[in-house]
């Protein structure tokens, strides 16, 4: 079946019927069954987001294995070619949702980025913004003793050091995740959690980066 070139004014629910097909919505942005366009600004701020993109709830617990296949799904329903002559889903803006459907594809995948985009929603949700460089206090002159321990300690040193420190990451990504999940379940989540979870991303960023060196 032919896409149609009108858009719906609100997207259907994930799950409910195609306004052009009939079958089952698998993502918020285009059907995957006939190719319609079901968001009337789809790359705009504010308009709908990733998790819907691909038909996901947002949460930290994905399954990748869902994501990558609405992932290939929705790059071959977006292909320009498919889409010359269609006045709601041309081959220019097929084009344009491609590659920010890619670049969502890429955030989703890491588990960082991923966490960082939910902080955001969820600050946004809260009216609040926690400080970008958020972090605990004396956390960086731990980090500078760490990484000076690094460097003035022979191979055996060194190993066991790291493998501290990616015991203490690993803590880290645990209560990352923990919080998030807390957060999505609250209606209105609270300033010091928002600003716990943003200490906790800046920290895996230093205990990432120090890890490697």
Known sequence: MTAPNTVPPNPPAIGQ??????QPVESRL????????????PTSPGG?????WFGLPPAM??????????????????????????SALGPALALRLSSAVNAAYKMLL????RGAY??????????????PKALPEGFLRDMFNLQEQLEESGP???QHT???LNRQLQALRTERDRLLTEALETALPEAPALTRIQQLLNQEKYLVKLSAE
């Open 156 to 158: 055996a040193e060194q």
């Open 162 to 164: 790291r493998g501290g």
């Open 17 to 22: 019927p195609c306004p052009a097909c009939g």
């Open 61 to 86: 617990a994905l399954d990748t294995a869902l994501l990558s296949d609405r992932w290939r799904r929705l790059g071959f329903r977006l292909h320009p070619d498919l889409h010359r002559g269609d």
């Open 118 to 131: 939910l902080l955001a929603e969820l600050s946004r949700r809260a009216g609040f913004t926690p400080d």
């Open 110 to 113: 890491d588990p960082a980025a």
């Open 30 to 41: 285009v059907c995957l069954a006939c190719g319609a366009l079901l968001a009337l600004n």
């Open 48 to 52: 709908l987001d990733f998790f819907g």
